[in-house]
């Protein structure tokens, strides 16, 4: 979270860790940089991305008792970040359709880049699977012109593919074609739809439609299912909010859907069956489950802390109990 002075001027950083087992969040390091909001955290560290445009930008990297080990350069206007693991970063400086794509690995220990040679229509990285990465790329009878104008631009992509694929990690080569939908969206019968990545669960690929109708009917959602083999299944779900998915160590548990924030919150099962709605308890400003821990509970967001830089209060509950209603949630104190 951003730091401020009696005077409300942004004087750098602070880092806090939430202790789900001890219920209690405190402050985990501080720093006079400006930071992006989101560590990345691995099995042994913590790094942080500085974003200071007048200065030299630089990876901070923290051990997990918070005390700084080293410092590596990274410029986060000329590169995103993709995809990490406890020692690399996956990096792309450009991505298709109006840029070549380009990619490095950032050695986390020694701050070495070598190349991550992706496929120069390569469009992203969405996300990891095992070995591989999930990446999308434009399919096209014809090359790609690789240009900002709006006309040559928009003809060669009325006419492309967007096709998923599971990649070599080590090599960034595309190893096995996940599925493929036409770039500017399908005719449904209806309107168009529009696929976007989602996340996996157990072998299998989600994604959702973005089903564009009438004035009067607005956007519908949707959710097709592709499994290993290939084959989808769409799952009958055409909701007007959009749609979320609940994650337990990178996979799918569930997807749910909020009208608003706060507010109902129903809940489907990966085959797109309805299992629960949930009302959230009154007096809460937020409320909505964030991720699914390794004990299967839950964890929520239910608002922010005003007298804590406004930070993001966080509690647990039993998933079992979130599904039924039930309010007995555990909230993380503040300490120190």
Known sequence: MPAFNDQLDHIGTNVYKNDL?????SLFYSCDDCCIADPYVTSDAVYLLTYNRDRDNKIIALSRDGTKTHEISFDPYASIIVLYSDRYFYCMDGHAPYDTASGFRLDLQTG?????????ETTGAQDAAGDFAVTARLISDHPVPFTSDPEISDALLQNSMLEYDLTDVTTGKPATKIAEFPYK????????????????????????????????EGIKMSVLRVGSDGTQEDLGLMIHVSLRELRQN?????????????????????????????????GVSSYYPVSMLDDGRLLLNIGYDLDHDYMTRYATIDADAFLSGSTEYSEMEFVG
């Open 21 to 25: 087992n001890a219920g209690q969040v």
């Open 112 to 120: 070495e880049t070598t190349p991550w040679d992706l496929p120069a």
């Open 185 to 216: 969206g399908a005719d449904d019968g209806s309107g168009y739809v529009y696929y976007t990545y989602l996340g996996k669960s157990r072998g299998d690929f989600y994604f959702t439609g973005e089903h564009s109708r009438s004035s009067e």
């Open 250 to 282: 990178g996979e799918i548990q569930w997807l749910f859907a909020m009208s608003s924030n706060p507010g109902i919150i129903t809940v489907y099962d990966l085959q797109g069956t309805e299992i629960a709605k949930v009302n959230p308890p009154a």
